[in-house]
């Protein structure tokens, strides 16, 4: 049998059934989300809810005010590890995360992105490959595409890139201080 962490909290009935491949019932399953729905509220001292989407976004993620997991984080045994893991981290966004700062993300424009950085994005993205293959197609379409639509303009790429490189330094940020402070969830990290 193989150990997981969860496996302290689950079932004796629903471990087997992991380590079968076998379906979990209604009950398990209910049971088990709870399970994880109550770290959340132990992390973040909160009544947060957690949700579980059913199908699309493959993203888990919070908005501070409810934790949103992906339908698939792992495809075996140990995905309630990984899914308690996911749970613990966005809840810890809840803890220390500044949801303000990442609103600014979505002004127009941006207030963190500075021209400089505009300019450097609009040579990198004349440069990429994407951008041609982007730029042929606009050449050999109807006149009515709107180039609006397309997310490739620098002022667009430099504010993506810039809240990549805030959400990976602060995910590293988070998950050290989760690591830390909770060490009874370290091996879900």
Not at 74 to 97: C, M, Q, R
Request: with cysteine; hydrophobic share 35%; proline share 4%.
């Amino acid at each position: 049998m193989r150990d997981r962490f969860s496996d302290f909290w689950l079932s004796d009935t629903t471990k087997d059934k992991l380590e079968e491949g076998e379906e979990l019932s209604a009950i398990e399953l209910a049971q088990a989300k709870r399970s994880i729905a109550d770290f959340v509220r132990i992390m973040t001292r909160k009544n947060i809810p957690v949700e579980y989407q059913e199908e699309g976004n493959d993203q888990s993620y919070t908005d501070g005010e409810v934790v949103t997991i992906a339908p698939e984080v792992s495809k075996d045994g140990d995905g309630f590890d990984a899914t308690v893991g996911v749970a613990l981290h966005e809840a810890s966004h809840i803890v220390k995360s500044d949801f303000d700062m990442l609103e600014k993300f979505q002004d127009e424009p941006c207030p963190l992105v500075s021209d400089e950085m505009v300019e450097a994005f609009e040579e990198l993205i004349e440069k990429s490959d994407k951008w041609q293959e982007i730029q042929e197609l606009l050449d050999n379409s109807p006149a009515d595409i709107d180039l609006d639509e397309q997310d490739i303009t620098p002022e667009e790429q430099a504010k993506n890139a810039l809240h990549h490189i805030w959400n990976v330094v602060e995910d590293r940020w988070i998950d050290q201080w989760a690591y830390s402070e909770a060490p009874g969830y370290r091996g879900y990290y």
